[in-house]
């Protein structure tokens, strides 16, 4: 690709932590299974709270790549979490993150990847001019 990188979207901030989220991993009142869908009609604090345990559930299922007996967790989990964005108000870059990580690429999205294919290209064949009209 002539030194470019195509990588996700920037998910806007960091990851929030599982010991400073401010939000309970247990199961009882206020937990990430009430946070995470807090239902039409919502208080903005609500919406939020959903957000950041989406925002953590993510963050968790990111550190457990390791573990054969999750790998398979994240996409269900993962697609949980993308729904949760797009329902509570997740910001466009947190939605453009999971999408592309997730494999639900948009009209937009895949617009910007031809965009950075064809970009890729062109440095390519400007570093190498001896593969112009060549097939690969």
Excluded at 44 to 68: M, N, S, Y
Excluded at 102 to 130: C, I, K, T, Y
């Amino acid at each position: 690709m002539g030194g470019d990188i195509y990588d996700p979207p920037l998910p806007d901030k960091p990851y929030p932590s599982a010991a400073g989220g401010g939000v309970p991993l247990d199961t009882g009142a206020g937990s990430v299974k009430e946070a995470a869908a807090p239902g039409p009609g919502a208080s903005p604090a609500a919406r939020a709270t959903a957000i950041h345990a989406a925002r953590l559930l993510w963050f968790l299922l990111e550190g457990e790549w390791d573990r054969e007996a999750a790998v398979g967790l994240r996409p269900a989990y993962g697609l949980f979490c993308y729904r949760a964005a797009v329902a509570d108000g997740g910001t466009i870059g947190l939605q453009a993150n999971w999408r592309w990580q997730l494999d639900l690429w948009d009209a937009v999205d895949r617009q910007q990847f031809e965009s950075a294919m064809l970009q890729g290209h062109q440095r390519l064949l400007a570093n190498n001019p001896q593969m112009e009209g060549q097939q690969y």
